[in-house]
């Protein structure tokens, strides 16, 4: 940096701060999804049937029943909210969102963000209104509407583009969220394609799907999640790798499994989204949605992605260190009867005695000398804070 550039940088940190420093050094997006996004999406449970009434009935929910307490934040639209384009190329809702202006307002009258979804390809992948041909316009759209969060699905634009176009193809929408003057979170969607932890961030993304879909089911939901392992260095503050949206509450996991999917995105630093009817839940599933500790262990501020340290057949530990110095463990069964399952405290960097919290329960178990053991039920988990 040349003497002057440095005294001017000095300046702006001292009045504006390193944040807004580096909002206004490299964007506005820069200084966004310090810690993994959290809110609600449309897709996993309204999929295609999604209306401005259940976005609504979605923020009133998060507003009211803790969840904005315990960090949800954006209530995004999924697919299926296109309209077609007025003579001049803008983009309209189609009649189940009769006034996104109206709906964004709403949303942020509640203290929360709200996000939109579009394609890369002439269509989306339930085939609406894509944004081939019109992202700067749509993002200006996007923009003039309110909204503070994009996904961005490839879907059709196989159809348009090589997939060596692909960074080429998501940069372009990033720079034109850039020129739309709003702080909008940018959400890649390719599935994990051509290895996207590898470029995600450098193309502006928050964000970016490491995988296929989720459903609501164990055996996919676990396969997603357990092969997060060795991406972890992909993963920041500002730049998160995506194992898709929550399941939890959707009825086809049992107890267990939907603490061990919680568990697993926790510890992965992955980005939780809620995907279930908000407005319709059980108090069991508000409760795994909204366990402060847990919720803690995603949204840490030293941003790292949990691994894999032990494996025994269908036993697994995983481990997350945490900004105060301790280490969130995961101990997991997916096997299909109760086992105990053990972390060794050496394998956590951890030497000697270490008090062991159990995070789901709120409670401490105890001080252990060198290693920890918990009986762990079928398809589910013990997760526990050492220190
Ligand atoms: C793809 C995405 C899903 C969802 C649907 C909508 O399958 O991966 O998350 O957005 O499209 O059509």
Redesign the pocket.
Same mark, same amino acid.
């Given at each position: 940096m040349k003497p002057r550039t440095r005294w001017v940088v000095r300046i702006l940190l001292s009045v504006a701060g390193p944040a807004c420093l580096a909002g206004a050094l490299f964007g506005q997006q820069a200084s966004l999804a310090q810690t993994p996004p959290m809110g609600w &999406?449309s897709? &996993?449970h309204f999929?295609?049937k999604v209306t401005a009434a259940d976005v609504r009935a979605a923020a009133d929910a998060i507003a009211s029943n803790g969840m904005k307490a315990a960090g949800y934040t954006y209530v995004n639209i @999924? *697919? +299926?909210w296109q309209g077609q384009r007025d003579p001049d190329g803008t983009i309209l809702p189609n009649e189940k969102f009769p006034d996104m202006k109206a709906l964004a307002d709403y949303v942020h009258s509640k203290g929360l963000k709200i996000g939109i =979804?579009t394609s890369p390809g002439p269509q989306? +992948?339930?085939r609406?209104e894509g944004s081939y041909g019109h992202e700067e316009q749509d993002a200006q759209q996007y923009a003039a509407w309110g909204f503070d969060y994009l996904?961005y @699905?490839w +879907?059709s634009a196989r159809r348009v583009y090589k997939s060596s176009e692909m960074q080429e193809v998501y940069r372009k929408m990033h720079d034109a969220l850039q020129r739309a003057g709003r702080p909008i979170v940018f959400s890649l +969607?390719q =599935?994990g394609y051509d290895r996207v932890w590898r470029w995600g961030a450098s193309v502006g993304g928050q964000l970016w799907?490491t995988t296929? @879909?989720?459903t609501d089911n164990y055996d996919r939901m676990s396969v997603i999640g357990f092969d997060q392992n060795g991406l972890e260095k992909f993963a920041g503050p500002g730049h998160w790798n995506d194992p *898709?949206?929550l399941e939890v509450g959707n009825g086809k996991m049992n107890h267990d499994e939907y603490l061990t999917h919680m568990s697993l995105w926790c510890l992965l630093a992955a980005p939780l989204l809620a995907g279930n009817d908000l407005s319709k839940m059980t108090p069991e599933t508000l409760a795994i949605l909204t366990n402060p500790e847990v919720i803690a262990v995603d949204q840490d501020a030293k941003g790292i992605q949990g691994r894999r340290i032990a494996q025994e057949g269908p036993l697994e530990g995983w481990a997350k260190p945490l900004a105060d110095g301790s280490i969130a463990v995961g101990l997991f069964n997916r096997g299909e009867s109760e086992n105990p399952v053990t972390v060794n405290f050496e394998d956590i960097g951890i030497k000697g005695p270490a008090g062991v919290r159990d995070l789901w329960a709120h409670k401490d178990v105890g001080v252990f000398q060198d290693h920890f053991t918990a009986q762990v039920p079928r398809h589910g988990v013990a997760l526990v804070k050492v220190k």
């Open positions: &999406n897709w &996993n999929g295609c @999924d *697919d +299926c =979804y989306t +992948c339930a609406y996904k @699905d +879907c +969607c =599935y799907r296929e @879909d989720i *898709d949206m």
